[in-house]
């Protein structure tokens, strides 16, 4: 249990340390030999470029990566509350 947790915190230290993806709204779970990411980001590019680089820094786990996308324009369509 020691080394699930001790990997988390170094994948998370990672994702907010590391100029390239300074991500702080990112979640590490771990579990077995998969490893999921989740949360939001305002890119498609973005959310490629962490899992790339988690990916690189641990081959040999599975990456599940579901980082959604955050909407970062007005929407198009007038919502009507009733």
């Not at 170094?10 to 979640?27: F, N, P, S």
């Not at 990411?37 to 820094?57: M, N, T, Y």
Request: proline share 2%; glycine share 4%.
């Amino acid at each position: 249990m020691t080394r699930q947790i001790d990997l988390e915190a170094d994948i998370h230290r990672l994702l907010v340390e590391d100029d390239r993806i300074a991500e702080q709204g990112v979640t590490v779970h771990h579990r077995e030999n998969v490893l999921v990411l989740d949360g939001e980001v305002e890119s498609a590019q973005r959310r490629d470029e962490i899992c790339r680089q988690i990916s690189e820094h641990y081959p040999d786990l599975e990456i599940v990566c579901d980082i959604g996308l955050t909407r970062t324009q007005a929407p198009a369509e007038v919502e009507e509350i009733s």
